[in-house]
Each structure stands twice: as C-alpha cells, then as structure tokens.
C-alpha cells in the first residue's frame, strides 16, 4: 500500500535551517508531483510548495518564497523540503503528501506522511 | 487567491442523524473541490474530490455536492467514527491552493 515517511523535524532557533525528507513507497513515484502542508498548533491546513513528477517545476506559498525549497529524488523514491531563514511563525506540523493526478499536478492530496513538528 | 470559507466552525449532531457541512469560496473553482477528514493526532486524509467523487475506503455515507462557489459535505448518519475537522480545499486555480479554516464535527 502507499506509504509516505517522514524524517527531519526539530526544535531550531530562528535563522537556522533545517532539511525535511519524505521517503515514497507503494506507488510509481517518479509519475506522481508531490506536495508539502504544514498546520500550526491547533490551527488549520495551510499549503506550502508542489514539485512536478519530474522535479522539472516548482510552486511556492507566497510565505516561504524564498526561503524554502522543494525537491526530490525519483532515483531514491524521496521528497524533500528544505527550509532556510526559518521564522517563529513557520513553527508547525509538516505534512508531506502525493498530488492526486498523476504526471498531470492537480493540487488534491490523496495520500498524507504521518507529519513532523518543526518548532522554531 | 482564491479565500475558502467554512461554517458552522462546530458541528454538533445527534448519531444515526444528519450532519450538513458548507463550505463557500471566494470565486468560482468550478468542481475543483476536495474534502479531507481529520481525526484528533492524525494525517488528514482525503474523503472526496472533484466535488461529488468519493475517496478510495470513504463510506458511502458521505457525499458531496455543489458548483462554483457553494459546496456542502454531508454524512447522511453520522457514527462515532465521524468525530473529526473537515476540511474544503480548492484547486482550481493555483499557486497557492488553499483550505477551509475547517469545521469541527462533535456528537451531541
């Protein structure tokens, strides 16, 4: 069945970075984009970045534009968001997860990593 | 961007009964409308898409409908089970793709 783990979460103090991983099985990886939400505590879902199946495009919330990236290794089946300049306010769970539609990004999100806190 | 808002923000409903859940965007997204459940210390997981079109292992007793800009999420009996926040989520036009603040559904 899909799984999608997570790895990489912390406490980090403000201006530091940190680097989270997703590793994908289960599933063609290489065929599906991918996608980061995180949800600060006791708060609501709130979209952070989408890579293409390819790695070939890149979208971003307009609160982490430029501080954090998104890729992936299809060799290694993994996703990662790598999150620079981190900021009091980025303090959340992280939740990896694989774009519904294929090769073809259509922005639903039909299978969710277990999540990992990040506190800054 | 496109604002997705949900109400009520709690839900309280009787079990066996009827929970209707409405969630209104700011322009149209046309049917490019999901649903997501989630349950108290757990991932969000996906109930419905495209509107109407229900997840892999959704029971059938949730549904959805609406077009453009009001959509509802109904469970036409709702079990213990179903305690948790919904979520609406639009992708119709994107960067970003948004949420609904959530609505909180709670057995009376």
């Known amino acids: 069945q899909i799984e999608l783990v997570q790895s990489g979460g912390g406490v980090v103090q403000p201006g530091t970075s940190l680097r989270l991983s997703c590793a994908a099985s289960g599933f063609t990886f290489k065929h599906f984009a991918m996608q980061w939400v995180r949800q600060s505590p006791g708060k609501g879902l709130e979209w952070v970045a989408l890579v293409w199946f390819d790695g070939s495009n890149e979208h971003y919330a307009d609160s982490v534009k430029g501080r954090f990236t998104i890729s992936r290794d299809n060799s290694e089946n993994t996703v990662f968001l790598q999150m620079n300049s981190l900021r009091v306010e980025d303090t959340a769970v992280y939740f990896c997860g694989r774009d519904g539609g294929g090769v073809i990004a259509q922005g639903a999100v039909d299978s969710w990593g277990q999540g990992t806190l990040v506190t800054v | 961007e496109i604002v997705m808002t949900q109400s009520p923000v709690t839900l309280s409903v009787s079990p066996g009964e009827r929970a209707t859940l409405s969630c209104r965007a700011s322009?149209?997204?046309?049917?490019?409308l999901a649903w997501y459940q989630q349950k108290r210390g757990q991932s969000p997981r996906l109930l419905i898409y495209d509107v109407s079109t229900r997840a892999a292992d959704t029971p059938a007793r949730f549904s959805g409908g609406g077009s453009g800009i009001d959509f509802t999420l109904t469970i036409s009996s709702l079990q213990s089970e179903d305690v948790a926040v919904y979520f609406c989520q639009q992708y119709n036009e994107w960067p970003p793709l948004t949420f609904g603040g959530g609505t909180k559904v709670e057995i009376k």
């Open positions: 322009q149209s997204v046309g049917t490019r």
